[in-house]
């Protein structure tokens, strides 16, 4: 852009001196139109949609059961009445749910929403337009599987989320974290040894400029890149504190950034009234991350019992992932990647073993990434819950727990109102479900056949029931 003087000149003759005072932007606008005054009668009045549930039995994303018999009315896209006696508003859409469930919509709380069709290499080097594109076929895809929230733990989302918030595409509430922020070499840098040596200010690596992922190797260059997600919008910062499965030249068992480094991100996110989640395979980058003030563990998967331990002592957060075996097939067979994954997949027996008894607060997610078959079945992710967890105790954690960890965000939640539950005053996300889920947790692994209506903020976007 400019440089400092020639901005001086350009607002001295755009704008005068009031325009000194008050910026070039706004003195080289236009005044405001004046919009000519019409008749009170001609203003439409805004009368909100409502849609009554009548005969639904509610799974509430807390109780271990379904209630009985019920009606349930939203009213614009917020819960306003539960009960029995709950009368349809005039012009309201009514849907006999025939004494099926209605249960809130369901939260993947570790989702990458650009990189789920796209192989490693094609993340790279895909047009940014049809990658895109594609991204927002998967986001409505996403949303028609019932997940109608997900927390997006690394990628350039921004704006798919933009354009789903905006109704230019269908698709679930996104929770952005922008950019993983890494360390030369750590689990997100995906550039090539020729890319190397790095120096500041030498024009960024093609993950950079795609904002997949940033390298940040100092506390001041952490803090830099932590802010600049939180300026494009980030409701949490996701830093890889170890190493990972994907990466090109990451080891498993490495640990990344130092102390401080991490203590930077956790103060910078911390001032912006959010926090920092890591993602940590071991205990080595598990402790150091917690030292430093990190709130949410991402995986967990090769933790030990004194890390458990202390995960718990802390109260800090585990958004784990039962992680099916087919996610390495995003890897050649023989790979060093294909390795990693078994010796991580190893593990997730030991880690939710450990979390059940350390009683850690535990968000489930799927992190299928690079996989769009794999993608159509991320409902079934929740049903391997079942191997620890009863089935209710599964849906409370992929919809009222889940939606703990997102309030995490704070004030920088772009979605003020209360997720995850079917209560009075929560945001109208909702999945009518064939069948009782509490008793066969089976029906969220065919959601095509078995959630017959999907709502989110109020809006229907699918309707079996005529
Ligand atoms: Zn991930």
Not at 40 to 50: F, H, K, N, S
Not at 254 to 280: C, D, Q
């Amino acid at each position: 852009m400019y440089n400092a003087p020639t901005r001086i000149v350009l607002m001295l003759t755009a704008g005068g001196l009031l325009g000194v005072l008050a910026g070039p932007l706004e003195s080289a606008e236009p005044p405001p139109k004046q919009v000519p005054d019409r008749p009170a009668q001609d203003v439409p009045v805004a009368r909100p949609t409502a849609t009554l549930f009548k005969n639904v039995k509610v799974f509430d994303g807390k109780s271990d059961r379904l209630t009985e018999s019920t009606s349930v009315l939203v009213v614009g896209n917020k819960i306003d009445k539960i009960g029995g006696d709950v009368a349809a508003p005039e012009k309201a859409t009514v849907i006999d749910g025939g004494g099926r469930t209605l249960m809130p919509g369901l939260i993947d709380a570790h989702w990458h929403a650009m990189l789920v069709r796209p192989t490693p290499a094609e993340a790279l080097t895909w047009d940014v337009g049809y990658a895109n594109l594609a991204a927002g076929a998967e986001a409505t895809d996403t949303l028609l599987r019932g997940f109608t929230t997900v927390r997006d733990v690394g990628g350039p989302v921004f704006g798919l989320k933009r354009a789903i918030d905006d109704g230019v595409v269908v698709g679930p509430r996104i929770y952005p974290s922008g950019a993983v922020i890494t360390v030369t070499s750590g689990h997100g840098d995906f550039r090539q040894s020729f890319e190397v040596p790095r120096t500041v200010g030498q024009p960024r690596s093609r993950m950079e400029q795609l904002g997949a992922s940033m390298v940040a190797d100092s506390p001041d260059e952490v803090r830099v890149r932590v802010r600049e997600q939180l300026m494009l919008g980030a409701t949490q910062i996701k830093l890889t504190a170890g190493g990972g499965v994907a990466s090109p030249h990451s080891p498993l068992d490495v640990t990344t950034f130092t102390e401080a480094e991490l203590r930077a991100a956790v103060e910078a996110a911390e001032n912006w009234g959010t926090y920092v989640t890591v993602h940590a395979y071991t205990p080595d980058s598990i402790k150091r991350s917690i030292a430093a003030g990190v709130k949410c563990i991402e995986h967990g998967h090769l933790m030990d019992e004194a890390t458990a331990r202390l995960i718990a002592d802390r109260g800090v957060w585990l958004s784990i992932q039962p992680l099916p075996e087919e996610l390495a097939e995003a890897f050649p067979p023989g790979s060093q990647q294909r390795a990693k994954a078994a010796e991580v997949f190893a593990g997730t027996d030991v880690a939710y073993r450990l979390a059940r008894k350390y009683k850690l607060k535990t968000a489930w997610g799927t992190d299928i990434i690079f996989n769009p078959r794999l993608a159509r079945r991320q409902g079934e992710v929740l049903v391997n819950l079942e191997r620890w967890y009863t089935p209710a105790e599964a849906l409370v954690m992929a919809t009222r727990t889940n939606a703990e960890l997102l309030a995490m965000c704070g004030k920088r939640n772009s979605y003020p109102g209360k997720l995850g539950v079917v209560e009075e005053g929560a945001l109208a996300d909702l999945l009518l479900v064939d069948g009782d889920p509490l008793k066969n947790l089976n029906l969220i692994a065919d959601p095509a056949r078995n959630f017959v209506v999907i709502m989110k903020d109020g809006k229907i976007y699918k309707n079996l029931i005529r």
